[in-house]
């Protein structure tokens, strides 16, 4: 099975983000590396959020572009995704990756896990 090459973003980026993202692969030498999108089994609410950048394009990876960054989401984590927004926002004293979820019917307080 190939990757699935879509044109509908599974989670859109905000303009915070695109700006963080694109510092990140400069700043790291990530040269063409995809931001890697995820969710995996743990966290105070059940599931927690995954951000990493990855060369590797697996057989069921989800692919689209959003303003020149490659953003790459396996199928498992599209179904928990969708319609999910990524922001960064930063305050005096650090920045972080913000997930706002449609789909998360709980989230614990520090806002990195879930349950849908």
Do not use: W
């Not at 105070?44 to 020149?68: A, K, R």
Request: charge should be negative; aromatic fraction near 8%.
């Amino acid at each position: 099975m190939e990757k699935t090459e879509t044109t509908t973003p599974i989670v859109t980026l905000t303009p915070n983000a695109v700006k963080e993202v694109k510092r990140l692969q400069e700043v790291q030498g990530l040269g063409q590396a995809g931001l890697r999108l995820g969710v995996k089994g743990g966290g105070c609410s059940g599931l927690s959020y995954t951000v990493n950048f990855d060369t590797e394009i697996g057989p069921y990876d989800q692919v689209y572009d959003v303003e020149d960054i490659r953003v790459i989401v396996d199928m498992k984590s599209a179904i928990y995704l969708q319609g999910t927004q990524l922001d960064y926002q930063k305050d005096l004293l650090s920045g972080q990756f913000k997930f706002s979820n449609p789909n998360a019917t709980k989230s614990c307080g520090c806002g990195e896990s879930f349950s849908a």
